[in-house]
Nanobody
Framework: QVRLVESGGGLVQPGGSLRLSCAAS????????MSWYRQAPGKERELVAT????????HYTDSVKGRFAISRDNAKNTVYLQMISLKPEDTAVYYC???????WGQGTQVTVSS
């Protein structure tokens, strides 16, 4: 079955960096667009970034443009989210999403705090 496993979250100071990873299995990864979402306490889950199947096109929500970068390694069935210049408002649980299957990972907590 489709499985998505996120890793790489943690506690980081404002201005710091983190790289999230999402290992996918159970489907032909290279044929699917992939997305990262996040959900902060008391807020709705929001789309952060999307990458097309070969990585030729990416999309970001305005609040992370210039700071976050989504990428993928189809040989490793993994999608990444590189985050720099992190802000306290980036604090959330980050989820990997395979839209075609409406599949979600378990999430990884990112906390930006001094």
């Amino acid at each position: 079955q489709v499985r998505l496993v996120e890793s790489g979250g943690g506690l980081v100071q404002p201005g710091g960096s983190l790289r999230l990873s999402c290992a996918a299995s159970g489907f032909i990864f290279s044929t699917q667009s992939m997305s990262w979402y996040r959900q902060a306490p008391g807020k709705e889950r929001e789309l952060v970034a999307t990458i097309t199947r070969f990585g030729g096109s990416t999309h970001y929500t305005d609040s992370v443009k210039g700071r976050f970068a989504i990428s993928r390694d189809n040989a490793k069935n993994t999608v990444y989210l590189q985050m720099i210049s992190l802000k306290p408002e980036d604090t959330a649980v980050y989820y990997c999403h395979a839209p075609e299957f409406n599949a979600w990972g378990q999430g990884t907590q990112v906390t930006v705090s001094s």
